[in-house]
């Protein structure tokens, strides 16, 4: 008995994981510059948490893009 393995994602699966990622990583970069740009620890503080989020979006899409 072969045991079910989950389903692999097709080519435009693994392209829309791509352009979620590079998203993601955009996101991440924009969250960063804005944090630079601020001088209120308030909106640090919020583009940190922002920048947190899209990174394990990133992470997500990555292992689905495999």
Known sequence: MTDPSPEQPGALGRTMA???MAV???AVFTCGWLAMRTEDWRKM???TV???GAAMAASAFSR???
């Open 24 to 26: 993601s990583a955009f």
């Open 50 to 52: 922002l920048a947190m």
């Open 45 to 47: 503080a919020v583009y």
């Open 18 to 20: 791509r352009a979620g």
């Open 64 to 66: 689905r893009a495999r």
